[in-house]
């Protein structure tokens, strides 16, 4: 899959992965090859992203690329399904084309799914649109 990283904006970065704002409203994680997602990883991905969407006054969507991810363990899963703000967070769409990737999302899916709409894609474009489409179901417009 090649990635229009020219054209996002980079608004953040940690020691699991790299973010972008791909278009308004919508953040697209890439987690650097052969991630160990842990419990700290995740509660530091999930903080950027809500600290994003507040400084912007309004939530948004979050696109997560599972392939580079290497392991994801139990402690991750449990701060994904208790820590994404349904204030902040509009939806999570997890994007994989690979068998690796999809049993890694499937098993994310089956025992820690987040407080908000969440579902998986092969591909980036249907993800993107599934994102949108659930920023404006559920209240991506600015707060006041």
């Given at each position: 899959m090649t990635l229009p990283l020219d054209q996002w904006q980079e608004v953040g970065r940690n020691e699991s992965a790299r973010y972008y704002?791909?278009?308004e409203g919508v953040i697209v994680v890439l987690p650097y090859e052969d991630m160990v997602d842990t419990e700290t990883s995740a509660r530091a991905a999930v903080k950027l992203q809500i600290d994003y969407w507040k400084g912007a006054g309004r939530p948004g969507a979050s696109v997560v690329l599972v392939?580079?991810?290497?392991h994801?363990?139990?402690g991750a899963r449990r701060?994904?399904?208790?820590e994404i703000d349904p204030e902040?967070?509009?939806c999570v769409a997890l994007v994989t084309s690979s068998f690796f990737g999809r049993a890694v999302a499937s098993v994310?899916?089956?025992l820690a799914?987040?407080?908000v709409p969440t579902t998986m894609f092969v591909d980036l474009d249907a993800a993107l649109s599934w994102a949108r489409q659930q920023n404006a179901t559920r209240g991506m417009p600015p707060r006041g």
């Amino acid at each position: 899959m090649t990635l229009p990283l020219d054209q996002w904006q980079e608004v953040g970065r940690n020691e699991s992965a790299r973010y972008y704002l791909a278009e308004e409203g919508v953040i697209v994680v890439l987690p650097y090859e052969d991630m160990v997602d842990t419990e700290t990883s995740a509660r530091a991905a999930v903080k950027l992203q809500i600290d994003y969407w507040k400084g912007a006054g309004r939530p948004g969507a979050s696109v997560v690329l599972v392939d580079p991810v290497g392991h994801q363990e139990a402690g991750a899963r449990r701060v994904y399904q208790r820590e994404i703000d349904p204030e902040w967070h509009t939806c999570v769409a997890l994007v994989t084309s690979s068998f690796f990737g999809r049993a890694v999302a499937s098993v994310f899916l089956g025992l820690a799914r987040p407080p908000v709409p969440t579902t998986m894609f092969v591909d980036l474009d249907a993800a993107l649109s599934w994102a949108r489409q659930q920023n404006a179901t559920r209240g991506m417009p600015p707060r006041g």
